[in-house]
C-alpha cells in the first residue's frame, strides 16, 4: 500500500508561481514512476507531468512545457511540481500518482490539492 499526499496549492496571480509537493510512504518510492494530474471542473483528468524513477526521464503536456518541472529527492520520498508562469487555465485540483512501471494503470492517488490562477 502506498499513501500520497499533496501540498503546495492555493490562490495565486496570473503570472505567478507555486510549487506543489507530494509525500510518499508506505513502500519503495524509488523504484516507483510518478506523476502529476490535473482535473479542471467538467473537465476530464489530465496528465501533466511524469518522471521516471531515477529522474532522468520525464513527460509533460504540451500545455505546461517550458512553464511547469516535475523533479523528485528519493532521499526525501517526494515529488515536486514547480509551477511558473501560471495562467487562470491552469486552475484545477492537482493530484500525484505513482506506478511500477513506465506504461501501464497509475495505481496509488493522492487526495488533491486545489490551484486556483485569478486573473
Known amino acids: 500500500q502506498v499513501q500520497l499526499v499533496e501540498s503546495g496549492g492555493g490562490v495565486v496571480q496570473d503570472g505567478g508561481s507555486l510549487r506543489l509537493s507530494c509525500a510518499a510512504s508506505?513502500?519503495?518510492?524509488?523504484?516507483?514512476?510518478m506523476g502529476w494530474f490535473r482535473q479542471a471542473p467538467g473537465k476530464e483528468r489530465e496528465l501533466v507531468a511524469s518522471?521516471?524513477?531515477?529522474?532522468?526521464?520525464?513527460t509533460y503536456a504540451d500545455s505546461v512545457k517550458g512553464r511547469f518541472t516535475i523533479s523528485r529527492d528519493n532521499a526525501k520520498n517526494t515529488v515536486y511540481l514547480q509551477m511558473n508562469s501560471l495562467k487562470p487555465e491552469d486552475t484545477a485540483v492537482y493530484y500525484c500518482?505513482?506506478?511500477?512501471?513506465?506504461?501501464?494503470?497509475?495505481?496509488?492517488w493522492g487526495q488533491g490539492t486545489q490551484v486556483t490562477v485569478s486573473s
Open positions: 500518482a505513482s506506478r511500477s512501471f513506465s506504461f501501464g494503470q497509475w495505481n496509488y
Open positions: 508506505g513502500r519503495t518510492f524509488s523504484r516507483d514512476y
Open positions: 518522471i521516471s524513477w531515477s529522474g532522468g526521464s520525464t
